[in-house]
Structure formats: structure tokens, C-alpha cells
């Protein structure tokens, strides 16, 4: 029970590298020894070999935020963590799940877990109340060799309150000043004491409001990107026609001629509810744009229920049992558009000129402009056909009388089955046009353990046994089409009779004649209700991981030597992990609309370790101070991939009880995941520039899929650092900064589509072909283009993107954290307490592909998949005032400015090529000065008061209230040129951000 208090007492310190005071059990005069993240021998103090940061209770509650993750985000050292929603962007966005990113080496390389003990979910949003968390420590260099492949950037230990005595209530609501968004919590724990246990419970609920991009005007087109060239309306290829009415072979694309007829009640204010209803054509009119941005959002509502409990119970002197139980479900819902772009046109039929819907009426130019043309009469009353299909002109062709008018055969070029026209889907349809399954979600997560620790009589020796099975299940839902529905819809032969048609034309709102259509309040043929919703589908993929985990440990004194005692510890774990994936009928059948197909699977790996670690005190010398060694070793073998054994070696050396200097060197292997290997194909949009195709900023289908050619991938790790600590003015100051670096080879990285095309482009143009000569793009397309890329092997357009994770060349990563704090006592005006860190990125580089070799610092690196934004300066200051029962905090956080990363590869091919007008696709100005180049530096300053009531409700029931502001002044990122209108990785859309909290004991 002591043992558990003292560990937990741990403080600041830690992070600071200093040495803690033994800690005396309250029973006895014995010293108590702790176990401290990083290591798992016991101590009597903490003299790390390793930094770690830790973040206290005190400083989680005075983040004025519920969300772990996001507190994890803005610590200095973490990049690019999901904390925002931007379904927009190349790297997709929902917000609702975030993990730590230390170092943006990514999330897989850092371990999560949870009292010492690992957990299958990394969401640190749906695990834990946050009432029951008591601290948090942040190892910042390798763990592989005690913790497993991933923990090779550190590790995120989240400490419970598991030894808290009393009940307390905590109501806590924040909501951004311009009263868009807010979010409740209420949370209680409760914790009681017998004679030889301890019983604890926490529950938490949380409710979290949307914020809508359209809240934010300023971030939707034309100040940034909120429009596709996808449209519905959509393009169509039309056959052209001489100047006597015959066919010439040709086509030409055209936007459907009901495109930008009607502004709609939203005017052409892209943000507001139904603007730019029936689209904009560009300036060459060969291509409807589609206004999407009032139907995303940057935060996505969130419901959470949590749950944890932990029993504690002295089985005798020596004998100790612990058990814990954690459940948390999360309810997440998007707004997304009411049918996504990229879908499979080029698998269309040819749409008829019978189509009740096709506006395009068949016209030629005889020198006036274009004028009907007609046709012979057939027996069923339609233009006449030839036995192939041809329409047959009458003998005058351009006299009425002579026959009869018809519209032409056409195909889809660029097309969303829905818009803002006409009957709509019913299935996940909001009030305001916009559906819910994108980013939409339910996810259960639960973990129950058990721990026995023996006390070995007569010895230093403490041996435990742990095991724990933890499941994490998630219903993902999906929106999309049916492709057969589209394509028996568009020549009529959809329904149980077979004769109905789908009409994606403009005309189910407007009457067209002459390709000229207008709104008349009656719509030329639109969509029933069977046809609108048999085309539609939504529908839930189903996603199970579990692991469980059996791990035996012994530590202890080994001998003495002259500098000290030989301190180890020993162990063994075997962790079984299985997968289960779950996709929908429509995706097994290869019959949707967007992503083709998706298949089931299950995937299971069995991971066995052994590892030790021996801290060797080699001298303890009043002239030359302290000198201690660690020594690891793990040793680990995968059922599937190998094994490895993994060094590490680390000292700590204290020349004078003012410094500390300590480093060490690690090795790594990190194995890939069972996703990475065997995911199965997993389709969504991502915005693209093609040369080859000639699209710019297109939304297309990206195929992620997981790929068993992948390898396991190593890593060098060194770490130096050193703390000063010594008093000044009658206060402590201590300082000290930490130099880390990540040195990989075959690196597992992310790619992204525009990777693949920026590839495929490069090798193009170094084959001497030219994106202007169609010759050249023809013999590019048919047998030499990338066979990650799926193209018409007619026009050279983009269909769909295979990514897979890939095995890169190499990765270095180097950073230096700084930190300060100086805490400083008075008789008369309390205590002060100022902190200081800071993160400096040296250098980011990366070689993993031909056009993927580069130094991500200072970058956003939009287009490439495994690396975040890299600003080189992460800062944060805080100044903490105590008086009496008053308690002040003032923080500002700074992040440094980044650039964009210049043009893709293929906007500056499209450029070079002549092959996309900037006024058209832009709307108003020039690229040149439409593009801002760099994501401004901010500063945000935080500010927070709480005042303790010591028997407001009751003699001995202490009264907490606090108030605060998150960015007190108010400051929103520039806007950028970029979906989204801002980088959500490190800017904050929702600007001032007041909170309120009570706290109660009960």
C-alpha cells in the first residue's frame, strides 16, 4: 500500500532529473522504494539516466481542457498529433482520436501505457476519466530495451489516483467566446480504505458541441480552398458536330449547362446553408465546381462515457494483490458532404440521348452559333438509331419540320451523384443538407488486469506476476454509392421492374432547352425516393483488436560494490495480439461507387520477451561525485517477423550536488504491424495535382491497403543531457537541456497519393516525354505509368492511388529540450513558481522515395504522409502564483512559423505543361499571389484563477472554483491557401476558449 503512495508522490522532480527525498511509509520508519517510468528497478530516489517529463495533476487541471490528448499535443516535444478534424487535407483528420507523436516519429513509435502496464488502445481520449489521473511522465529517449519495438521514440505513462481517499465531484464546462462550440463534463471519484485495502472508483461523461467550418468564414473559399472540381452538376463529354450536323469523331468536355444557374438562399457566401446551389462553372466552362465547405466541420461532436476502478488488497505481510478495471465508450459524429467525389465514373455507361433528364440537346454551328439539329422518327417515336447505335440525321437536319429533336449521347467526366439539387438521401441526413458518416463512429474500449506481488523474506527481493486482456471494438461508418444502382440507373434500368432511371443531371431541379435551363420551380425529371435511396448507401465497418499480456518480473539488491549497491531486475512477457476487420457486403463485392473493394480479415501475432536491466553504482566519490551505469538488454521474438535482441546502455554522473549530466545509447527493432502487413484495402478521398492527367487540386480515390513485402525497420538512439540546480535569491533554480537523436534504417513510412503521382511524374519527365504531347502521355499510361496508379488508358486521367506503407532508406532525427523553472517563497505574497520548455527540431531528414529526400524542420510537409509539421521552435512558459487560497496561473505557448513546402511536383509539372488556367481554377487572382508560402509564428497566452473554500458546503469539505481562458486573446492563424484554410495540426480554429470548473468534495 505504501509503496504505491510513494510512487505517486514522485514530483516535478523527475522531470528535472533531481534526486527525491526517501520517501517514509506512514506506519513505519522504513524507506520506501518506488518504481519510476523508464526503469524498472525499486528505488529509494530517482536518479534518472534517462529525461523525463512529467505533467502533474495540478498542471492537467490548469490546461482548462478535458481531453488528455490534447494536453499530450501541446506538450513541446510532440508533433502532429490528430486533435482537429479537416477531412480536407492529405493526411486525413477526424479529431476524436488522438495519440502521442513524440518527435513526429509517429504514433506506432511511441508506447501508451497505463499504470506501468500497456494498453491495446492508444487513444488517449477514451481511456480514463480525467478525474482518476494523477499524473503524467513522459520518457523522452529510447525504451526498446525494457518496453518493446514500440516505445522506440519514449513513452506516455498515465499514473492513476489509485490510492485516493474521500469522494469528489468535478463539473467542468468550457465554450469558445463567439458561443459556437462548447463542452460539459462531469466526472466523480470515490476512494475508501480497509484495514488491509484499498478500493477506488472514478466515472467521467463528457459532451462536446460541433464546431462547424462555416462558423469560421474567414477559412472557407475564396480565402481557402473549399470547392471540388467534382461536381454535381457535373462534366460531361459531348460529341461534337460539323457544320452539317454529322458527327466528327470528337468530344469535348462540357460543365452541364445547368451549372451556376442558381446561387440558392446561401448567395455565393461559400459558408452559408445552401450557397451556390447548382455549382460555378471555371472560366472555360469545361468543368462544374461543387461547394462543399459548410457541411465540415473542424470539430466533430463527441459523447464519452468512462469508467475505471482499482482494488488493492494485503494478502498477508509479504503477499499483495491489485486489480484494475477500465471501460470508456466514445460516440463520434462528422458532417461531411452528402455524397463524396472520386468516385468510378470511367466505369459509367455511355448516358443516352433518350435519358429523361439529358439536357444536352443535340445542336451544330453552321457559322450563327449552335442551333438544333433533328433527327428521323422512329417507330417508338425517338430518333431513329442504325443498327450500331448512331442517331440518323433527317434529310434537312437543321429544318424543324423535318424530324425531330434529340439530345445527345454523353459520358461523365466529373461527377458526385448528389448535390444540392433535387431530392436528396435520406439515410444520416442532417437538417442543414449535410450527412453523418463522415468521421462518425462508436468505439467500446475495456481493459481488466490483475497483479501479484511477493515480497521475498529476508531479502531486497520483490517478484510479481501480471496479466491483463484488453479489447477495443469500433463500428466506423461509411457513406457511398452502389455502383450496379448507378450504372443500371443511368439508362434506365434500375428497380425491381427495370425501367427506372437515376438522373445526375441538373435538370432535377431546372428546365433545360437548347442547353439553356432555367429554375422554374418544376423540375424536368427528378430522383424518386426509391431511386434516391437505392443508389445511396450507408453502412458500418466493423473493427476488433484485442491483446493479452502475461509478464513476470523479479528486483532486487544483487551485492555491494564500493560505490554502492548492485541493483537488477528481470522479466519476461508474452503478448498475443489478434485483429479482426469486418467490412460491409457492398465492399466484399467489389460494388462501391468510391474504394472498389474491401475484404475481410484476421490477423494474430504472438510476441515473446525476455529482457534485464542492472544499474551499476561505479563511484561515489566526495572529489568526484556520483557515478551510476545502467545496463539493458531485451530480447524479443515475433511469431512472425523474427527476433532481435535490443542494448541499452545509460549513465548518470552527479560531479556536485548542483549538477547532474547523464546520457546513454539504445538500439531498436521495430516490427511492423499487423495492419501494416495485412490491411486489408481501405479506400478514402484525397486532394491531388496530376500532370499527366491534367487535374489540379482533384479530389480522388486513394486505396490504402497493407503491404507483407514490408521489413522491420532499426534504430540508434542517443540521448546527453544535463541539470543545474542550485539557489538563488532565496529560491530554487533549476536548468538543463537534453540533446536527442533517432538515427533509422528502413524506416516504415506513410506515403501519400500525391507521393506516388510526384514519383511517377519525375520518372516521366526523365524518360524525355513531354505532359503536353497526348502521344506521350498515351505509351506513359498504357505499360509504363506506376502500377500503384489506376488510369483511363484513353485520356491518361487519375481513377484510383494504391498507397501501402513502404520501407524507407533512412530517417535522422535531432532536437535539443530546454527547460527552466525557478520557484521562489515569500512571507507576505505566497509562493511563485515560473516554468519554462522548450523543443529546438535540429534536423528532420528523410529518404523515402525518389522525390520524397528532404529536411522536414521548419516545413508543413503537406504531401508527405509519415512526417507532421516540423516547426523548429515548440515553446512553453508558465508562472504559477499562490496565495493563501488563491491560486494564479499565466501560460503562453509558442509554436514557430513553417513554410509550405513550395508547389507539388505536379502543380509545378501543370504549371510548366500549360495545362490548367490559375484564374480558372482559383476563381480570382493569380497563384503567384494567392499562395502564401508560410504559416505565421503564434503565440497564445492561457490564463486560469481558482480560489479553495475550505467548509463552504461543510466543515471539511473543500470548495474549488476555477475559471479560465484558453488563447485570452483571442488569436486565429492566418489564412492559408490550403483545404482547410489553416494547417489543423498546430493552428487552433476555435480561438478563445472560457472554462468554468467546480470542485467538491462530497
Given amino acids: 500500500m505504501n509503496k504505491r503512495k510513494s510512487m505517486i508522490s514522485v514530483g516535478v522532480a523527475i522531470g528535472l532529473g533531481l534526486s527525491i527525498p526517501p520517501v517514509a511509509s506512514a506506519q513505519d520508519d522504513s524507506i520506501e522504494q518506488i518504481i519510476v517510468t523508464g526503469s524498472f528497478i525499486r528505488r529509494d530516489n530517482f536518479d534518472s539516466a534517462s529525461p523525463v517529463e512529467i505533467i502533474t495533476q495540478e498542471d492537467i487541471v490548469a490546461e482548462a481542457t478535458p481531453s488528455l490528448g490534447e494536453i499530450i499535443s501541446n506538450q513541446t516535444m510532440n508533433f502532429g498529433s490528430d486533435i482537429r478534424a479537416n477531412g480536407f487535407g492529405r493526411r486525413f483528420q477526424e479529431g476524436n482520436s488522438t495519440n502521442a507523436n513524440l518527435r513526429g516519429l509517429g504514433s506506432g513509435a511511441t508506447l501508451q501505457l497505463v499504470d506501468g502496464k500497456r494498453s491495446s488502445s492508444s487513444n488517449l481520449n477514451n481511456f480514463l476519466p480525467q478525474i482518476a489521473i494523477g499524473r503524467v511522465d513522459i520518457l523522452k529517449d529510447g525504451a526498446s530495451a525494457l518496453y518493446g519495438s514500440d516505445a522506440v521514440a519514449g513513452v506516455v505513462n498515465v499514473i492513476t489516483r489509485n490510492n485516493f481517499e474521500g469522494n469528489e465531484l468535478s463539473l467542468f464546462r468550457t465554450e469558445d467566446s463567439r458561443g459556437d462550440h462548447a463542452e460539459d463534463v462531469i466526472e466523480f471519484i470515490h476512494g475508501a480504505s480497509s484495514d488491509r485495502g ?55 468536355q462540357l460543365a452541364d449547362p445547368g451549372c451556376g444557374v442558381d446561387n440558392g438562399p446561401g448567395g455565393t457566401n461559400e459558408a452559408a446553408y445552401r450557397n451556390n446551389i447548382s455549382g460555378q462553372p471555371n472560366a472555360t466552362g469545361t468543368t462544374c465546381q461543387f461547394y462543399f465547405g459548410e457541411w465540415f466541420n473542424y ?36 458532417r461531411s458532404s452528402n455524397s463524396n467525389p472520386g468516385g468510378r465514373v470511367d466505369l459509367l455507361p455511355t448516358i443516352p440521348g433518350e435519358h429523361p433528364g439529358n439536357p444536352y440537346t443535340a445542336m451544330a454551328d453552321r457559322g450563327n452559333g449552335l442551333e438544333p439539329i433533328y433527327a428521323q422518327v422512329g417507330p417508338d417515336g425517338r430518333a431513329l438509331r442504325d443498327a450500331s447505335g448512331a442517331v440518323q440525321l433527317s434529310a434537312d437536319p437543321f429544318n424543324p419540320s423535318s424530324g425531330i429533336s434529340f439530345n445527345e449521347d454523353v459520358v461523365a467526366s466529373n461527377l458526385r451523384l448528389f448535390g444540392k439539387l433535387g431530392n436528396q438521401p435520406d439515410q444520416g441526413r442532417n437538417s442543414d443538407g449535410s450527412h453523418t458518416a463522415e468521421h462518425t463512429f462508436s468505439t467500446t474500449n475495456w481493459r481488466i488486469g490483475g497483479t501479484l506481488e511477493w515480497e521475498i523474506p529476508s531479502s531486497s527481493w520483490i517478484a510479481s506476476l501480471s496479466s491483463s486482456y484488453q479489447r477495443t471494438e469500433s463500428i466506423i461508418r ?24 437515376y438522373n445526375p443531371f441538373s435538370t432535377v431541379a431546372f428546365q433545360c432547352t437548347n442547353r439553356i435551363c432555367a429554375n422554374t420551380g418544376t423540375p424536368q425529371f427528378d430522383n424518386t425516393d426509391d431511386v434516391v435511396n437505392t443508389v445511396d448507401v450507408v453502412y458500418d465497418t466493423l473493427s476488433d483488436q484485442s491483446l493479452f499480456l502475461l509478464e513476470g518480473l523479479v528486483t532486487g539488491d544483487l551485492f555491494e560494490i564500493p560505490g554502492g549497491t548492485v541493483a537488477a531486475a528481470f522479466g519476461v512477457n508474452t503478448r498475443y495480439f489478434e485483429t479482426e476487420n469486418d467490412q460491409p457486403n457492398i465492399a466484399n463485392q467489389c460494388n462501391r461507387w468510391i474504394n472498389g473493394c474491401a475484404f475481410d480479415f484476421t490477423a494474430d501475432r504472438t510476441v515473446d520477451s525476455a529482457f534485464f536491466e542492472i544499474a551499476v553504482p561505479v563511484l561515489s566519490d566526495s572529489v568526484v561525485g556520483d557515478l551510476e551505469l545502467t545496463l539493458a538488454g531485451g530480447y ?33 527493432f521495430i516490427a511492423p504491424t499487423l495492419n501494416d502487413l495485412f490491411a486489408p484495402a481501405v479506400s478514402f478521398l484525397q486532394t491531388v495535382d496530376d500532370a499527366i492527367g491534367g487535374d489540379l487540386g482533384t479530389f480522388k480515390t486513394t486505396t490504402n491497403r497493407g503491404n507483407p513485402d514490408l521489413t522491420s525497420e532499426t534504430a540508434d538512439i542517443w540521448n546527453v543531457g544535463f541539470t543545474v540546480t542550485f539557489p538563488v535569491f532565496g529560491g530554487d533554480l ?9 538515427d533509422f534504417v528502413d524506416r516504415i513510412a506513410s ?13 516521366f519527365t526523365a524518360s524525355g516525354r513531354d505532359a503536353n504531347n497526348p502521344s506521350d502521355i498515351a505509351s506513359w499510361v498504357n505499360g509504363l505509368s506506376s502500377p500503384n496508379l489506376l488510369r483511363n488508358p484513353a485520356s491518361g486521367d487519375l481513377l484510383e492511388i494504391f498507397v501501402s506503407d513502404i520501407n524507407s532508406q533512412s530517417m535522422n532525427v535531432t532536437s535539443i529540450d530546454y527547460y527552466l523553472s525557478y520557484n521562489y517563497t515569500t512571507n507576505d505574497w505566497g509562493d511563485f513558481r515560473f516554468n519554462l520548455s522548450a523543443t529546438q527540431m535540429d534536423e528532420y531528414l528523410f529518404d523515402i522515395t525518389p522525390t520524397l529526400q528532404d529536411d522536414a524542420v521548419g516545413k508543413q510537409n503537406d504531401t508527405i504522409g509519415s512526417v507532421p509539421p516540423i516547426p523548429e521552435w515548440n515553446v512553453r512558459a508558465s508562472l504559477n502564483w499562490n496565495y493563501n487560497n488563491h491560486n494564479v496561473m499565466l501560460a503562453a505557448r509558442y509554436t514557430d512559423e513553417i513554410s509550405l513546402n513550395g508547389l507539388s511536383s505536379g502543380l509545378n509539372g501543370l504549371a510548366a505543361a500549360g495545362r490548367f488556367s490559375t484564374l480558372a481554377f482559383l476563381g480570382f487572382c493569380d497563384l503567384p499571389s494567392c499562395y502564401r508560402n508560410i504559416v505565421d509564428a503564434e503565440t497564445l497566452v492561457d490564463l486560469t484563477y481558482s480560489y479553495n473554500f475550505e467548509d463552504l458546503l461543510g466543515t471539511g469539505r473543500r470548495t474549488r472554483l476555477e475559471i479560465g481562458a484558453r488563447n485570452l486573446l483571442d488569436e486565429l492563424p492566418d489564412v492559408q491557401m490550403t483545404l482547410g484554410g489553416m494547417d489543423t495540426f498546430i493552428s487552433d480554429p476555435r480561438g478563445r476558449m472560457i472554462s468554468f470548473r467546480i470542485v467538491q468534495d462530497i
Fill in 299 to 334: 470539430v466533430n461532436d463527441n459523447k464519452q462515457a468512462s469508467l475505471w476502478t482499482n482494488y488493492e488488497y494485503e494478502l498477508n505481510d509479504s503477499l499483495s494483490f491489485e486489480g484494475d478495471f477500465m471501460f470508456s465508450k466514445q460516440d463520434a459524429h462528422g
Fill in 636 to 668: 524479443v521474438d515475433y511469431s512472425d517477423i523474427g527476433n532481435s535482441f535490443d542494448p541499452k546502455i545509460a549513465f548518470r554522473w552527479q560531479p556536485h550536488e548542483y549538477v547532474a549530466v547523464r546520457g546513454s545509447y539504445s538500439e531498436a
Fill in 198 to 252: 484499498h478500493f477506488t472508483i472514478a466515472l467521467g461523461f463528457r459532451d462536446r458541441s460541433a464546431l462547424k467550418q462555416g462558423d469560421r468564414d474567414d477559412y472557407v473559399f475564396p480565402r481557402a480552398f473549399a470547392r471540388s472540381n467534382d461536381g454535381n452538376p457535373g462534366s460531361y463529354r459531348v460529341p461534337n458536330r460539323g457544320a452539317d450536323g454529322l458527327l466528327t469523331g470528337t468530344t469535348s
Fill in 751 to 763: 506515403t501519400t497519393a500525391q507521393n506516388i503521382i510526384d514519383d511517377d511524374f519525375a520518372a
Fill in 478 to 501: 461509411g457513406k457511398n454509392a452502389d455502383l450496379r444502382a448507378v450504372q443500371d440507373g443511368v439508362v434506365g434500368n434500375l428497380g425491381i421492374s427495370g425501367d427506372a432511371w
Fill in 734 to 742: 533549476s536548468f538543463g537541456a537534453d540533446y536527442t537523436e533517432f
